[in-house]
């Protein structure tokens, strides 16, 4: 799997979830993770910890795992046990800090920008791909082709022709509306 993109961000999750979690709970690290760069979401896939916020216990067999939102600045927990399928944790806020590895992630413009994560071979072409997105996204949003695609649905009117708002009349009978219903 490589470096985790946010490890002190995975690190204060681990600390954090072993604290609220259940009596004989704890020892919660990093299994496998998965980042999402182009939404801010790192999911944490963990170990050591089955503690479910939905059952109120730990599972006998299946783990959890924690959506990390940068966006939000919050975390949350899931399960893979088919008992809690579709249920969601407490958001639970993230530390300041967590801020700069929010914004290596960079889900509001350039990508990663930590050169070690780079080195890493699916990083980088996670990267590029989200690189090449937005220098697509960019071409279509650029000022000089707006203009061309909206001067086709701009509307002609010609200038003697003015707008009026509707004339609202207020001689309805509502003593004969009320009588035929």
């Given at each position: 799997?490589?470096?985790i993109?946010?490890?002190?961000?995975?690190?204060f999750v681990?600390?954090?979830?072993?604290?609220?979690?259940?009596?004989?709970?704890?020892?919660?690290?990093?299994?496998?993770?998965?980042?999402?760069?182009?939404?801010?979401v790192v999911?944490?896939?963990?170990?050591g910890n089955r503690?479910?916020e939905?059952?109120?216990r730990?599972h006998?067999s299946?783990?959890?795992?924690?959506?990390v939102?940068?966006?939000?600045g919050?975390y949350?927990?899931?399960?893979?046990?088919p008992e809690?399928k579709?249920?969601?944790?407490?958001?639970?806020?993230?530390?300041?800090e967590s801020?700069r590895?929010?914004?290596?992630l960079?889900?509001t413009?350039?990508g990663?920008?930590n050169?070690?994560?780079?080195?890493?071979?699916h990083?980088?072409?996670?990267?590029?791909?989200?690189?090449?997105?937005?220098q697509?996204?960019?071409?279509r949003h650029s000022?000089?082709?707006?203009h061309r695609?909206q001067v086709?649905h701009?509307?002609?009117?010609?200038p003697?022709v003015?707008?009026?708002p509707?004339?609202?009349?207020?001689?309805?009978?509502d003593e004969?509306?009320w009588?035929?219903?």
């Amino acid at each position: 799997e490589g470096m985790i993109p946010c490890p002190d961000t995975a690190a204060f999750v681990c600390k954090d979830f072993d604290a609220w979690s259940g009596a004989g709970c704890g020892g919660a690290s990093v299994r496998s993770w998965t980042a999402f760069f182009d939404y801010g979401v790192v999911v944490l896939n963990m170990n050591g910890n089955r503690f479910c916020e939905a059952v109120e216990r730990a599972h006998k067999s299946n783990n959890v795992m924690f959506v990390v939102d940068f966006r939000e600045g919050a975390y949350y927990q899931r399960c893979h046990d088919p008992e809690c399928k579709g249920t969601r944790g407490s958001l639970r806020p993230l530390p300041p800090e967590s801020a700069r590895e929010a914004f290596e992630l960079a889900p509001t413009g350039q990508g990663i920008e930590n050169p070690q994560l780079l080195q890493q071979p699916h990083l980088q072409q996670q990267h590029q791909q989200q690189q090449q997105r937005l220098q697509q996204q960019q071409q279509r949003h650029s000022p000089r082709q707006q203009h061309r695609q909206q001067v086709p649905h701009v509307p002609q009117h010609s200038p003697s022709v003015s707008w009026a708002p509707p004339r609202i009349d207020d001689d309805d009978d509502d003593e004969c509306f009320w009588a035929a219903a």
